[in-house]
């Protein structure tokens, strides 16, 4: 492709804007379906409208196991700003979340040729149908920590591979502070930014670097040493083994004497859970299901042939680069796929006092991401060099693996609408919850009574989707 103009956009590009916004269309109308939600939603929104702001982030300084004083800010100036109209506000910033992590998505994988365009279908749906991408849109708190992370990592991804300029500096200090102060995964913000620089992107000079590494330490200083927040407990909550899920004192049990075995199951089973879509959340189900039982369920075989399928291409994409590589020769596409590859090591890193879907979604989106850069460069090859009869076999298995990330995606938007009928359930019963441990004053309560009318009065339940069919997507 000499003489292409990878900075100027064209008509690929703009095909491809025209093809996500409706991808973002889809997934925004479901997304509006969704109430506020009872869980977490409700008693984060009773919290966090206490006191004054300054008050509600020094209090976050204090709570062992998290430092998200930044998160608490997040929820505290949209609750502000709503003015009251707590639905249209949370919901409508849930949807610009999933705009604009779109568009970043586009940004880094710059759709300049026809089969880069191509490569951005099967890349969006593995955006939107990875598992790992589901807790970021099925759940709000009421605004979605993980969510806000995922778009710092793109972003940061962004500003990497970008031209140098001293901005980039000031915007990755800035970028790290803030997610790293949002949630505890908001470090990887730093695994891009060094990712991206080993692998030869300048966007971010060595001293902006330098800089973050430094926040970096400053940050684990402020949490270990001066404020003692530690991490949470090996107990503190229940978490998947082998086939089952262990409650607290099973862990005890079994790990309490030997808890780095129980630390490394946790970050080994991450890596697999990226690349595999299996373990989920540290329970081998697909596996259980092969093994045990005589009927297996589609969506999960479907979303294990997926991954499998991508994580070929994947590591096809790295065997044909690994000259290249080897002799420190990378192009941006390459840039991107080291990312990933830094991300997810990180990711299941952190992941290792307990692991699930939603905590690995950073790697999740770099997993889509250097999928749509793998699967361009195999149309592209396939195009240029292959015979005949190669073409048809890539062809049918190009139809196979983008028909498997399409059913997965096709499975979310199912589990939203899903979703809203079960928070509307929720809320018909929300006394229960209350008395079940949430206790709020006269304010609160109001509260209550606003979202529980906007959940079932203002914003009814739309048909629920019935069907045989609907097994072919979603359990």
């Known amino acids: 492709m000499t003489g292409l103009d990878f900075d100027r956009p064209n008509r690929w590009t703009w095909l491809s804007y025209a093809y996500a916004a409706l991808v973002v269309v889809g997934v925004s109308y479901l997304l509006l379906d969704i109430p506020i939600q009872v869980s977490d939603s409700y008693g984060n929104l009773v919290q966090a409208s206490g006191g004054t702001l300054g008050s509600l982030v020094f209090e976050q300084f204090r709570t062992h196991g998290f430092l998200r004083p930044l998160l608490w800010a997040n929820i505290r100036i949209v609750y502000d700003l709503s003015g009251g109209h707590y639905y249209a506000w949370f919901r409508g910033w849930h949807v610009a979340q999933v705009v604009v992590l779109t568009i970043l998505f586009l940004r880094l994988v710059k759709p300049r040729t026809a089969a880069a365009a191509a490569a951005v279908a099967v890349g969006l749906a593995a955006l939107i149908g990875i598992h790992t991408f589901a807790g970021t ?59 991206a620089y080993l692998a030869g992107a300048r966007g971010v000079s060595r001293w902006g670097i330098a800089v973050v590494v430094l926040l970096v330490a400053g940050y684990l200083v402020l949490r270990f040493g001066v404020l003692g927040v530690g991490t949470p407990e090996l107990t503190e909550r229940s978490s998947g083994f082998g086939f089952a899920v262990l409650e607290p004192e099973d862990i005890e049990r079994r790990f309490g004497q030997h808890p780095r075995v129980f630390h490394l199951y946790n970050v080994g089973t991450s890596v697999l859970s990226v690349l595999f879509s299996e373990p989920r959340a540290g329970v081998w189900g697909t596996t259980y299901n092969v093994l045990y039982r005589e009927e297996l369920s589609i969506p999960s075989v479907t979303n294990v042939a997926a ?37 997810t090591l990180a990711n299941a890193a952190i992941s290792y006092t307990y692991t699930k879907d939603v905590i690995l979604s950073p790697a999740g ?97 739309r048909p629920i989707v019935l069907g045989e069919w609907v097994k072919w997507f979603r359990d």
Request: charged share 15%.
């Open 307 to 343: 991954s499998v399928l991508g994580t070929v291409v994947l590591i096809w994409y790295g065997w044909r680069r690994r000259t290249d590589w080897f002799a420190r020769r990378f192009t941006r596409d390459d840039q991107l796929v080291a990312i990933f590859v830094a991300v």
């Open 137 to 195: 849109i099925l759940e709000a708190f009421p605004v979605n920590a993980y969510m806000t992370i995922l778009i710092c990592c793109y972003l940061a991804a962004d500003i990497a591979l970008g031209r140098p300029h001293w901005w980039r500096d000031v915007a990755a200090a800035v970028l790290f502070t803030f997610a790293a102060l949002s949630v505890e995964s908001g470090l990887l913000i730093a695994v891009v930014l060094v990712a």
């Open 365 to 461: 989106i770099f997993y889509a991401a250097a999928l749509a850069v793998a699967v361009k460069a195999l149309i592209e090859t396939s195009s240029v060099t292959a015979s005949h009869a190669r073409v048809a076999i890539l062809t049918i298995f190009l139809v196979v693996l983008s028909g498997a990330w399409a059913a997965r995606a096709i499975g979310i938007h199912l589990a939203l609408r899903a979703t809203g009928a079960v928070v509307r359930n929720e809320w018909v019963y929300i006394d229960d919850g209350v008395r079940q441990g949430i206790e709020p004053d006269a304010a609160g309560l109001a509260l209550k009574r606003q979202l529980q009318a906007d959940a079932i009065f203002k914003h009814p339940l």
